[in-house]
């Protein structure tokens, strides 16, 4: 039988090469040698992404080694969350992101997407060119603490503001962060619309989503 | 030689693949296998390279690339691919020059080499940045007709009509256009250059609709003007690019093809970025029938250009393409700093002169990263016009000098450059001359930049 070590550095390895094929095996194979499934995430998966996730941030990784190490990574956490009781299971918290109505712009939403699920938040993508009611539908139907509206026209900023508006207008606006970003958003308009933040880089935005998330009690990611 | 209806055919009929496997199973190995193969490697002790064989090399790795990959187009889900021979046909009986403006103000547009004697073509204004009112656009206008060797206008885009915000894909965005064209126009009969060739149209419209409606000669528009068709990253399309192409190449119009890739996402690093914007010339060509590349790499983490490894994949993918292609590209340069500041006018110099001795044409400039409403002036696309004439005819190896230089004087503010001052605050809005301290600023940096060997023509 090979020794536990092993098993967990050569998916820690499959998430970093962006493997997803082998992330799948050696998940099963870990499991099959009765290694503990939180063991799997807490000293393999998680540790996997967060070396990919260190490098993008140094730009010595991209964005699609980001997305296939997080593709990895979500197929074994598929694998081993399975095993793990529910109650165990605790999440970052919950984030829909998405592009406002009229935007087809979804570069820098992707790096966000990439970035935040690797620091253990649960994304829920909806997709560019996306009106108000779904990012708002999406987060009550996803558990969402988190609201996250790209734009990158100007012209295109009010579709930011009809999320807020859409949430006032349902009662729910104190239910979510809203939190903006894109090439021509600012500070001025965050606080003008009022958006809970706004992010200029998705480095950036990670830091603002996580930061939220602790705010909304939603805790660190935790056993 | 295949023809736009080619195109338009083919993207009803190529290979059909979802967006992340074109993403990640087609785009991004592929990248990866020629860069490998062709050994290209970011040299950042280089900004400005001086190797022809290196440029040869980005360019044949962008053809190989680009035959292998192909265009996305997002609304079939569809690859499409064309013959490498057909490509290669397709390239060779291209047009190889292109005619804008009207009048005194029309000029042939040609591709340069690195090097080049002949100035670059001075494409001058806003780069698209938005204008909060009505009246800031024509005074802008104005003042960006005035700089003397302005061969074309990009127009600042208009943020309200009446004061009410316009909103894309609304009507609004269409009065939007209209009323943004017609000051435009005003502005340019005011500096008495009526005919000038704006190439940015247009930059209030986003959506193909608001762009064709707009598009309506009574408006004043014309197809001697240069029209937007975005590409979208990394070397994809939709139906609303390829509709604003049949629409306008059937006007005889002059189609822009406007490439962005990203240093840091699906394009990953400098010499990725540089492959990917040599291949998106290619694709101006062969699907967008395009008269000219406008492009700006652009940072991840800066939303700016100006930072050495950008400025890398500008100088390399320029000189490949204006060695290679028939295509003329355009450099556009976005700054992270805004009006009145050093720092602005480091950032177009660095920028300037590495796009100029690259071979490429400028279009001057996005400051303060083009998303600061009204954080711009004519002062900095006429400093970037000074500079490009001074910059002409200069060998790479004293531009990378010159670039060097100046990347030690802001390449560590980047992340957090400052946004200086607003178009009023930097100019008196009745004479409509600069205030006399961005006039000084200006002159210290245009000294400094003498002192260290720049010869200004003018």
Redesign the interface.
């Known amino acids: 039988m090979p020794q536990k070590q092993d098993i967990l550095d050569r998916l820690r390895s499959s998430i970093v090469t962006g493997d997803e094929e082998a992330a799948k095996l050696t998940t099963r194979e870990a499991i099959d040698n009765s290694v503990d499934p939180v063991e799997i995430v807490e000293e393999a998966l998680i540790p996997g992404i967060a070396e990919v996730g260190g490098k993008f941030e140094r730009?010595e990784a991209?964005?699609?080694d980001m997305?296939?190490a997080a593709?990895a990574m979500k197929a074994g956490m598929n694998i081993a969350l399975a095993k793990i009781p529910r109650e165990k299971i605790r999440r970052r918290g919950t984030v829909v992101l998405g592009t406002v109505?009229?935007?087809?712009?979804e570069?820098?939403k992707?790096?966000l997407s990439a970035l935040l699920t690797a620091a253990g938040v649960d994304v829920h993508d909806v997709g560019c060119d996306v009106p108000a009611s779904v990012f708002a539908e999406k987060a009550e139907e996803v558990g969402a603490i988190i609201i996250g509206a790209s734009a990158l026209?100007?012209?295109?900023l009010?579709?930011q503001k009809d999320i807020a508006d859409y949430l006032n207008s349902t009662g729910r606006r104190d239910k979510y962060s809203l939190l903006v970003g894109g090439?021509?958003?600012?500070e001025q308009w965050a606080k003008e619309i009022g958006a809970d933040g706004y992010a200029?880089?998705?480095?950036d935005g990670v830091k603002l989503a996580l930061r939220q998330l602790e705010e909304k009690g939603s805790g660190p990611f935790e056993r | 030689m295949i023809t736009y209806l080619d195109v338009i055919k083919a993207i009803h009929t190529g290979r059909i693949c979802s967006e992340r496997d074109f993403d990640l199973r087609v785009f991004a190995p592929k990248l990866k296998e020629v860069l490998k193969a062709r050994e290209i490697e970011y040299d950042p002790e280089n900004p400005v390279p001086d190797d022809d064989a290196l440029a040869d090399d980005l360019w044949s790795a962008a053809m190989d690339f680009y035959c292998d990959v192909g265009t996305y187009c997002l609304d079939t889900e569809r690859i499409v691919k064309f013959d490498e021979n057909d490509i290669t046909q397709t390239l060779k009986t291209a047009p190889r020059q292109f005619t804008f403006g009207e009048e005194k103000q029309r000029k042939v547009l040609i591709q340069r080499r690195p090097e080049d004697i002949a100035p670059p073509w001075c494409f001058l204004g806003a780069g698209g940045a938005a204008v909060s009112s009505e009246e800031n656009l024509l005074r802008l206008v104005q003042g960006y007709a005035s700089i003397p060797v302005i061969d074309s206008l990009t127009s600042p885009a208009l943020t309200t009509v009446e004061g009410t915000r316009i909103v894309g894909g609304s009507p609004l965005e269409i009065y939007g256009a209209i009323r943004a064209i017609g000051l435009a126009r005003q502005a340019l009969s005011r500096a008495g250059k009526p005919g000038l060739p704006i190439m940015n149209c247009i930059s209030t419209a986003s959506s193909a609709i608001a762009t064709i409606a707009a598009s309506q000669p009574q408006f004043g528009l014309r197809p001697s003007d240069g029209w937007l068709c975005g590409t979208l990253a990394e070397m994809k399309v939709d139906y609303g690019v390829l509709s604003k192409g049949a629409y306008l190449l059937s006007w005889g119009a002059n189609v822009c093809s406007e490439t962005a890739p990203v240093l840091g996402g699906y394009a990953g690093g400098p010499e990725g970025t540089a492959l990917v914007n040599a291949a998106y010339n290619i694709l101006g060509t062969v699907i967008q029938k395009a008269s000219y590349q406008l492009s700006f790499p652009i940072h991840s983490n800066f939303q700016s250009n100006t930072a050495r490894n950008t400025l890398w994949a500008i100088s390399l993918s320029g000189q490949g393409i204006a060695r290679n292609a028939s295509l003329p590209v355009f450099m556009l340069g976005y700054l992270a700093s805004g009006p009145m500041t050093e720092m602005v006018l480091y950032e177009t110099a660095a920028w300037v002169i590495a796009a100029v001795a690259s071979g490429t044409h400028i279009e001057a400039e996005g400051v303060c990263k083009a998303t600061h409403v009204d954080h711009f002036t004519p002062m900095e696309p006429g400093f970037a016009a000074e500079v490009a004439y001074a910059a002409t005819g200069i060998k790479r190896d004293f531009a990378n000098e010159l670039v060097k230089t100046l990347l030690s004087k802001y390449e560590d503010k980047i992340k957090d450059a400052p946004t200086g001052k607003k178009f009023e605050e930097c100019y008196d809005m009745t004479t409509g001359k600069p205030s006399e301290d961005y006039v000084r600023l200006y002159s210290k940096i245009r000294k400094e930049l003498e002192d260290l060997g720049l010869k200004f023509k003018y």
């Open positions: 730009m991209y964005l699609t997305m296939m593709n109505k009229g935007d087809i712009h570069i820098g992707n790096i026209m100007t012209t295109t009010p579709g090439g021509p958003t600012t200029e880089t998705a480095t």
